[in-house]
């Protein structure tokens, strides 16, 4: 039996760093240096009696004692959160997280929620990582993009994820002349599909450095064997749509984030093909706030 049970501050270390399986990015994240994250985590380690982490050259991967330890940890202190939360006053907040490429569908949607319902004030942190933990992060839900995999989480579908390259007018004017007369977008947004020799000319945008969307949308309009002259890549979606909106290149967006910047036009869709990524995005929160009656009237007004 342990003396003494371990501080918050290690299990803490602990969770983040087998999120990022980094002690430099969880040092980030802490707001602690690595040196600190990685001493609370061997402190942990030595009153346990186990080795949580292997060290590796190029990282760290959990070991069998912390795959087992991790997901009990997570639970333990998603527990004593919500026991200390049940002892506030109900101040009338919803607390959400969400990635900044959604903003642009969600503020809309957040501005007239405000409206309708004056007397509920949504607290919304904006964020660039995808995904959320809810055992050390103090929101009452999140929106996620991916999958709805979590069972201990309540899942509800916002939109399904629907890419197609996306550029500005003016750069398929410059690049095709000919075509100019077609720019202007018709009542599906969408002008002549430029030829594959254009396309490949043109600078592809990504959103990661897989090229993942680029491959998928590929494949799916029957130009897999298509690769293009230059690529640049970004950190996330929205940086990816911003460089294009500069029109820096062509990139692949989705359809309903983007929906506001084709209606004015400020990007086209050059191809009418989309593919559906099997991907979405998600408003989430743990199952045991299902009964929060401010939290179910938000989710049921995004829906």
Known sequence: MLKRLPSLRELQAFIITAEHLSFTKAAIELSLTQGAVSRQVIALEQRLG?????????????????????????????????????????????????????????????????????????????????????????????????????QQLEYQLLFNEVLTPMCTPELIQELIQDLKQNTTPNSSNTITPIPDQQLSALTWLHASDTQHDWQLWLQSAGLGELTAEHNQHFDTLDLATNAALQGFGITIGDVTLSDSEIKQQRLIAPFSAQVTSGKGYYLIHPKRQANDQHLRLFAQWLS
């Open 50 to 150: 186990v080795t949580l982490f292997h060290r590796h050259a190029r990282g760290l991967t959990l070991s069998t004692h912390g795959m087992s330890f991790l997901p009990q940890v997570e639970q333990a202190l998603g527990q004593l959160n919500n026991a200390m939360l049940s002892l506030l006053p109900d101040d009338d907040r919803i607390r959400i997280k969400a990635p900044t490429c959604i903003m642009p569908w969600l503020l809309p949607r957040l501005i007239s929620f405000r409206s309708a319902h004056p007397e509920l004030e949504v607290e919304l942190t904006s964020t660039v990582r995808h995904g959320i933990n809810f055992a050390t992060e103090d929101f009452h839900a999140a929106i996620v993009y991916g999958t709805a995999d979590e």
